[in-house]
């Protein structure tokens, strides 16, 4: 069970409108095009042929370390 | 059905293909009937994560284009995604968090934000479910009182039950 709220502050909501108009003058910026062919089976066909193996959780491991370093 | 809160941990399985991306998938497929709650921060390190692994050339840049623009239009540009902010109050508390089990000031911060969030609704709504595949995070929320699930700890055929009783 969750114990009882420690404080009344209030829950704070990104406001998406803004931080869409936000991204996106970012990424004209940076001169990111979107891939309209991408689908999360095409990532992970792409991700097997470049031979990445699920059971190392490379990316999640990698967020992990930029977290904690070296020690898991 | 459960208000699912992400961790980035987590969230990069969906762009990815680990142990657990199935799990993800599956907790994918339930939106809009679950809520989805992710922070603009765990949004800003799954797009660091796939950015740093193609820098070390670990990915091609046509993955990193695709996996960018996945991350986009399922989380940033959908409705059925809402963010928290990380607000100093948040990473006050996040002091008090780290302090009691080892976190470090980030994971403190998206805990203290996250028990902020479940705490504030109200008596029967949905369960609040985090949702992470980082142990230390997952150990600290259970602690607290919330409810988790670690993609890499159970099966994809598994979610639905639980979905519909959380």
């Known amino acids: 069970m969750l114990t009882e709220p420690k404080t009344e502050l209030p829950v704070r909501f990104v406001d998406k409108e803004e931080l869409n108009r936000l991204m996106d003058e970012m990424e004209q910026r940076m001169g990111f095009v979107p891939d309209p062919e991408a689908t999360i089976e095409k990532l992970r066909e792409m991700l097997r042929a470049e031979g990445i193996r699920p059971e190392d959780n490379a990316f999640s491991r990698e967020i992990i370390r930029m977290r904690y370093g070296d020690e898991e | ?166």
Do not use: C
């Open chain 2, 1 to 166: 059905m459960p208000t699912l809160l992400w961790d980035a941990s987590a969230l990069i399985k969906r762009n990815t293909l680990e142990a657990g991306s199935d799990v993800v998938d599956a907790l994918f497929a339930a939106l809009p009937q679950v809520t989805a709650v992710a922070t603009l921060w765990g949004y800003a390190e799954t797009y660091a994560s796939l950015w740093r692994k193609r820098n070390r050339g670990d990915i091609s840049t046509a993955f990193l284009q695709s996996a960018l623009t996945l991350l986009r239009s399922e989380l940033r540009l959908s409705t059925d995604w809402v963010f928290l902010t990380i607000d100093d109050a948040a990473v006050l508390t996040g002091i008090d968090l780290l302090r009691q089990h080892n976190l470090n000031a980030t994971d403190a911060a998206l805990l203290a934000t996250y028990l902020r969030y479940a705490r504030s609704q109200p008596a029967g709504s949905p369960t609040s479910v985090l949702v992470a595949a980082d142990q230390r995070l997952l150990r600290a929320a259970g602690s607290e009182g919330l409810t988790t699930v670690d993609p890499e700890a159970v099966a994809a055929a598994d979610i639905p039950a639980p979905l519909a009783t959380w």
